[in-house]
Structure formats: C-alpha cells, structure tokens
Nanobody, 121 residues
Framework: VQLQASGGGLVQAGGSLRLSCVAS????????MGWFRQAPGKEREFVAA????????EYADSVKGRFTISRDNAKNTVYLQMNSLKLEDTAVYYC???????????????WGLGTLVTVSS
C-alpha cells in the first residue's frame, strides 16, 4: 500500500490542524493505521493508532485528550485531528499502515512521506 500524508503547516500554539493520509489500493480496511512524528534531533515516536474497523484507538500520553485519530474506509483515508497544539508538537508527521489485526504502536510495514507541522508561539 502507498500512503500520502497532507495537511501540515504553520499554526500558532493553541491552534488546530487536521492531517490526512490517503492510501492507494482497495484493501485499506485491512490495515491498522498509525501516525508517528519526528522532531528535529529526536527519534521518531508513536503518536496514535487505529484498528481496521476504527473502533479501537491508542494514543501516546503526550497527545491524549488533544489529538484524535479516525478513519474513513470508504475514502481510504486516516485522519489526525490535532487540537491545543503546543510548541513541542512541532515535527514531521508520518502515517503508517500494517496488516496487524490489533492496534499496534510499532513495527509498521508501510510508511508514507511526512508532512511538516510547525507550531509557533
């Protein structure tokens, strides 16, 4: 599966952004999807994940209550709604997919190119 993320940009602290990731192919509903991010000088880290049906989600502690992951299998798209953005949310955000049945926070097989989110003060 090929993944294409979009929606990044420059936003002030406290603001919101919604990232989208469109997957190619007709088997999107068979993939657990996740979002990861990599800040300058830091390792890539898990942000959020959602299972195939969209009924189970996992979040990193740092984004719980502020970020929401969702998916629309009819549109082959996974979203990341980011609210109350903080300076430390600045990073390149990547979407990822895996054929795992359960929600997973690592070990994804498929990765898209990232989209840059910059949070300013």
């Amino acid at each position: 599966v090929q993944l294409q993320a979009s929606g990044g940009g420059l936003v002030q602290a406290g603001g919101s952004l919604r990232l989208s990731c469109v997957a190619s192919g007709r088997t999107f509903s068979r993939y657990t999807m996740g979002w990861f991010r990599q800040a300058p000088g830091k390792e890539r880290e898990f942000v959020a994940a959602i299972n195939r049906s969209g009924y189970r989600m996992e979040y990193a502690d740092s984004v719980k209550g502020r970020f929401t992951i969702s998916r629309d299998n009819a549109k082959n798209t996974v979203y990341l709604q980011m609210n109350s953005l903080k300076l430390e949310d600045t990073a390149v955000y990547y979407c990822a997919g895996d054929s795992a049945i359960a929600v997973i926070t690592a070990g994804y097989d498929y990765w898209g190119l990232g989209t840059l989110v910059t949070v300013s003060s």
